[in-house]
């Protein structure tokens, strides 16, 4: 094999290992950041070794074994407890390859290493923020400047996040371990949150001229599908990656060619990925098999009505109306308010859902929220009451820092007359 191939491989093995390796040697050494190091000590090791001696049979436990032998020398390096130092060194020069012995000597399984660097990195000791930026970085492998570019934030910010974040998790003395029992579900809603704030500014960006980042939908989706790996019966894993599917697959219909906005009522629907779709429905399916009643398997049963629908006279809004009833109950916030409010409006009318935004009535969460004033104005428009319509729809343009959602909803005034 060619040192140029040999490099590809080298890379790709090393970005489908990375998170296993920092939750393992994470465990070890009980530091982030150190983790992290030894992590791309062994990188740099198959650098130097694969391209002379080739890559080996089980090259995602050849950089295990790496990385661990380097954990083991800081941790002889830090003085820490000679016994289990003697005992994994002697295990590794026994191995053959050291593979099958290292696994025993440190360990359970590969998934519950990685299962508690995703509980760490979203802890919620750490700010909303730091989680995220954590997550991306050693769970996702994204790189300082990615995540920046991505958020649109200065990269010596994202850096220095990341760097609060690990010293908060020492501190702290928080363990590498799942929790159990009651400290699992939890800090489960921290993970799952997590995810889908990640999902989220990409599926539709705060701000910047882009509408979406798709990069961060899929790390979001490659995250949620290696929490439903690892995590099979649990409903709100298995609802939350549904969720994602589902949005997802309407991405490539949300913007037109310059980059507008295309609402979901005028998108066209052959060009939704319906691979997703189907994935999607399948992992639904199996969360409903297992409890129906969570938030995101609800919000994942939404997002299925737009799915199951070919086109626009097809969406059973009262079907989404009534979900929303049912949200409201287990996720009660303005925001779940004010999309139930849009549903009604669909499904009984505009009156309704005006009535029903009314209803809302002033709200901190929402006084500077420009969907608020985007959905009276829509009310507003089918009433038939332009000049309202319009006053709402320029004060929902004012109130986004997105420049394309500001420009949509422009020219949604502009239509007022």
């Not at 998790?169 to 029992?181: S, T």
């Not at 949150?193 to 979001?220: K, M, S, W």
């Not at 609802?239 to 589902?246: N, S």
């Not at 309704?352 to 420009?370: F, I, K």
């Amino acid at each position: 094999m060619a040192v140029q191939e040999t490099r590809q491989v080298i890379e790709a093995v090393f970005r489908t290992e990375r998170a296993r390796l920092i939750g393992c040697l994470a465990r070890m050494v009980r530091d982030v950041g150190l983790a992290e190091e030894l992590a791309q000590d062994a990188l740099v090791a198959a650098l130097i070794e694969w391209p002379e001696a080739g890559v080996p049979a089980n090259p995602g436990a050849w950089l295990m074994t790496a990385a661990r032998r380097r954990g083991i020398d800081a941790m002889r390096h830090h003085a820490m407890r000679a016994r289990k130092h003697g005992e994994i060194a002697r295990d590794l020069d026994e191995a053959a390859d050291g593979t099958e012995a290292v696994d025993a000597a440190i360990d359970d399984d590969l998934g519950d290493e990685l299962l508690g660097l995703i509980f760490t990195a979203c802890h919620p000791v750490l700010s909303a923020d730091a989680r995220v930026a954590l997550t991306l970085r050693v769970v996702g492998g994204l790189s300082t400047d990615e995540i920046a570019r991505a958020y649109l934030i200065n990269e010596p910010t994202i850096a220095q996040r990341i760097v609060r974040a690990k010293k908060t998790i020492a501190k702290a003395g928080l363990g590498f371990a799942v929790p159990r029992g009651q400290a699992r579900a939890e800090r489960l809603i921290s993970v799952l949150e997590v995810i889908y704030l990640i999902f989220n500014e990409g599926y539709a960006a705060t701000a910047g001229d882009a509408l979406v980042r798709p990069a961060l939908c899929e790390e979001a989706q490659r995250l949620g599908r290696i929490l439903a790996g690892l995590m099979p019966d649990d409903a709100e894993v298995l609802g939350l990656l549904a969720l994602m599917e589902l949005q997802a697959s309407r991405l490539a219909a949300r913007t037109a060619a310059d980059g507008a906005l295309i609402p979901l009522a005028n998108q066209n629907r052959a060009r939704w990925d319906h691979v997703l779709i189907r994935r999607g429905l399948a992992v639904l399916a199996r969360a409903e098999a297992l409890d129906d009643s969570g938030p995101y398997v609800v919000q994942a049963a939404l997002a299925a009505c737009h799915a199951r629908a070919r086109t626009v006279a097809e969406t059973d809004w009262p079907r989404i109306a009534a979900l929303y009833d049912r949200l409201r109950l287990v996720l009660p916030s303005p925001v779940v308010d004010l999309n139930r409010a849009v549903a009604h409006g669909m499904a009984f009318g505009p009156e309704t859902g005006l009535r029903l935004l009314d209803e809302l009535g002033p709200s901190a969460a929402l006084r500077h929220y420009a969907p608020l004033p985007a959905a009276r104005g829509d009310c507003l428009f089918r009433c038939g009451r332009l000049a309202e319509a319009r006053a709402e729809f320029e004060a929902a343009a004012r109130l986004t820092r997105n420049t394309r959602e500001a420009a949509f909803l422009r020219a949604r005034a502009a239509q007022c007359g």
